[in-house]
């Protein structure tokens, strides 16, 4: 959840062309990343239901007020801001099924481990090695290769879209791009950033 929100909170155009929405995702971004990371002092927070339903009607105000700003925007920036946001209501929505479940089954709560968040204004410890199958290792690698493929393909369907004053096509395109990139992220660092790297590296233009 805190890689999809600074994702958002750190895309220009949405900062300083939807500045209220902007606001409430910003502040639903500084309670994932305090759950996730702990306060100020680097200490965990535990995350109960109080914590998880804040930031539920924080992701809903948020959305909502995206939905409303942007119904008129030609921009494709508020689409590629709520595929994001979506995404990480559906994370959060797992967590609190996790969380319901707890302590009779850890299942809910080991299929959302599958990569770390990024924060890039706080030094985090190094996630511990995961071990994975050898056969899933190599699906996973083939996905990652694909998926930049994919990525660098519509990248390319995005510009030409553009050329062509299509605009709304390039806002598809760019959406799909992202989510291609965002799959590509997290199978390669599902087995150890080893073919472009870690969300950062995808980010810079390695995937595209």
């Not at 949405?14 to 502040?27: D, I, Q, R, V």
């Not at 306060?39 to 539920?56: F, K, M």
């Not at 390669?188 to 590296?201: K, M, P, Q, R, V």
Request: proline share 5%; with cysteine.
């Amino acid at each position: 959840m805190s890689y999809l929100m600074c994702e958002i909170v750190k895309n220009d155009e949405f900062m300083s062309e939807f500045t209220g929405p902007a606001e409430l995702f910003n502040a639903a971004e500084n309670q994932v990343a305090i759950l996730a990371y702990g306060d100020e002092g680097d200490q965990p927070v535990e995350v109960t239901r109080t914590e998880i339903e804040s930031l539920a009607d924080a992701l809903r105000a948020a959305m909502e007020s995206l939905d409303a700003a942007a119904k008129d925007s030609p921009l494709g920036t508020p689409i590629a801001v709520a595929v994001l946001g979506h995404y990480a209501q559906e994370l959060l929505a797992r967590i609190a099924d996790a969380l319901e479940a707890s302590p009779a089954t850890l299942a809910p709560l080991m299929a959302l481990s599958t990569y770390s968040g990024l924060r890039p204004h706080r030094d985090r410890p190094t996630p511990p090695i995961r071990r994975i199958d050898k056969d899933l290792k190599s699906a996973l690698n083939v996905i990652a290769t694909q998926a930049s493929t994919l990525s660098e393909f519509l990248w390319h369907a995005k510009d030409t879209a553009e050329e062509s004053h299509d605009l709304r096509a390039a806002n598809y395109f760019l959406v799909a791009q992202g989510l291609a990139e965002y799959i590509g992220i997290v199978a390669d660092e599902s087995t150890g950033s080893n073919f472009i790297g870690g969300a950062l590296d995808w980010a810079k233009g390695g995937a595209a």
